[in-house]
């Protein structure tokens, strides 16, 4: 079946430490996204990738980093300089980058301890 | 820069009827696309429906449509014949044609009841 594959479904972390919260899509889209949800609030696009070993900062992407290997797969870093980063990220992918439907995968809930 | 609201934090609608959603942006735009995703309790973000600015007939997907105003601004989502399943999470979404990035409003929590 073809989709969005995000793992580990929750995630924990001590803080000080690096985590890596890993996305795949068989969609063969060229366009993936990582989003923030938090309580009560819309997504927060994070970074965006249009095509592979490109990539670019979102609106809240201090403290994060990512990478795009392969067009398959997106991972992001939350790393110790994220002040606040226990919230619920998602993954997306999109046909191309421009004007297409965004479709997404299941999440993961990272919490800080 | 675009902004996008939803003006009910919450709504219940008995099963079989119907229920509408609001949602308004503000853009100086033209091309734009318009989305609604819903997200169940299992937080996965579902394609609802998407319009695009251009177009004036509203779009449609079964028991779900729009009523896209776009003079107003406004773009509310109708559901028909309410079920069970329909209990979720309502977010508007709106992309700036020629780019790639979505607004999301802070959502609605929607409960259908039996």
């Known amino acids: 079946d073809g989709g969005i594959t995000q793992s580990p479904k929750y995630l924990f972390r001590k803080e000080g430490q690096n985590v890596t919260l890993s996305c795949e899509q068989n969609?063969?889209?060229?366009?993936m996204y990582w989003y923030r949800q938090d309580p009560g609030q819309g997504l927060r696009l994070i970074y965006y990738s249009q095509i592979v070993n490109d990539f670019q900062k979102g609106d809240i992407a201090e403290g994060y980093s990512v990478s795009r290997e392969k067009k398959e797969s997106f991972p992001l870093t939350v790393t110790s300089a994220q002040k606040n980063p226990t919230a619920f990220y998602l993954c997306?992918?999109?046909?191309?980058?421009?004007?297409?439907?965004?479709?997404f995968g299941p999440g993961t809930r990272l919490t800080v301890l | 820069a675009q902004t996008v609201t939803q003006s009910q934090p919450e709504m219940s609608v008995q099963e079989a009827e119907t229920v509408t959603l609001s949602c308004t942006y503000d853009?100086?735009?033209?091309?734009?696309?318009l989305f609604w995703y819903k997200q169940p309790p299992s937080r996965q973000m579902i394609l609802v429906i998407r319009q695009e600015a251009y177009k004036q007939q509203n779009a449609t997907e079964n028991r779900f449509s729009v009523n896209f105003q776009k003079a107003a601004k406004s773009f509310s989502l109708k559901i028909s014949d309410s079920q069970l399943g329909d209990t979720a999470m309502y977010f508007c979404?709106?992309?700036?044609?020629?780019?790639?990035?979505?607004?999301f409003g802070a959502g609605t929590r929607l409960a259908v009841h039996p």
């Open positions: 853009t100086s735009e033209n091309n734009y696309y």
């Open positions: 979404a709106f992309m700036r044609g020629g780019y790639n990035k979505l607004i």
């Open positions: 997306a992918s999109s046909p191309t980058s421009v004007g297409d439907t965004q479709y």
């Open positions: 969609l063969n889209h060229d366009a």
